[in-house]
């Protein structure tokens, strides 16, 4: 090889290296044990732990923001950011955005009711048609609750306070949410022993993170499951399950 190639060489290696490293963004809203931000602007959870990790395994730096879930999945499916945390799978998102290829965590996600109101719902939506319900702003609750959503008097709440108190209000009868989620609103807000859960899950739902759905994320997300595989496969996922007392699968 003639020595005059070789500083040449060098600079190209050094610049493929550098084009590789990416500043990448990783969006979403408050996860209980998921993905929060405490009141020092850090970002905690299950999510931003496994981001972090498998930002050093890819050589990425990592940068987290906290919004309107609505406008976090937006973000994504329209490339101006490049990982959401923690979104169930649905028809629609799956239209907008490239799942992970492993899930994350896992919910059951339930009715709550006011302590002793009688409601014994055991999966038939029919049985639900002219109660009122609130359900969360945003969130995929499964095919069997999408399917019978129009048939429902379902209103919206953007947070699960606001849901619960519209329940404990008697503004509606049931609100759907998940237990991770809500348990500890309810505890905060001393609801415990007025609000109860039916026994009947609506669906066990496992989160992913996603991706916009475009050629310009296809190495990022293919190397992004990889990193993560490897966590699975090593336990790492299951150690942070238990540390942050969050259900994996």
Do not use: C
């Amino acid at each position: 090889m003639p020595t005059r190639l070789i500083p040449l060489l060098l600079l190209l290696a050094m610049a493929a290296g550098h084009a590789s490293a990416r500043d990448l963004l990783a969006v979403g809203a408050h996860f209980e044990r998921v993905f929060e931000r405490r009141a020092d602007g850090e970002f905690v959870g299950l999510g931003p732990d496994i981001v972090r990790q498998v930002a050093r395994r890819t050589k990425d730096t990592v940068r987290f923001e906290l919004y309107p879930w609505a406008r976090a999945q937006a973000m994504v499916a329209q490339g101006l950011a490049d990982i959401l945390v923690g979104p169930y799978k649905s028809p629609e998102r799956l239209e907008r955005m490239s799942f992970s290829r492993s899930a994350f965590y896992r919910d059951d996600m339930v009715f709550y009711q006011l302590a002793g109101a009688g409601n014994t719902w055991q999966g038939d939506y029919a049985a639900l048609e002219g109660k009122p319900i609130v359900a969360m702003n945003g969130w995929a609750y499964g095919v069997g609750f999408d399917a019978a959503r129009p048939r429902l008097r379902v209103s919206v709440a953007n947070n699960v306070e606001n849901g619960l108190l519209m329940l404990t209000h008697k503004h509606v009868a049931l609100f759907a949410s998940n237990r991770r989620n809500t348990e500890p609103v309810l505890a905060a807000l001393k609801l415990g022993g007025q609000v109860e859960a039916l026994a009947q899950v609506i669906q066990v739902q496992d989160g992913y993170f996603a991706f916009p759905k475009r050629p310009s994320h296809d190495a990022l997300r293919a190397g992004f499951d990889a990193a993560f595989d490897a966590m699975i496969e090593s336990g790492e996922l299951k150690r942070l399950g238990l540390r942050h007392d969050v259900d994996v699968p």
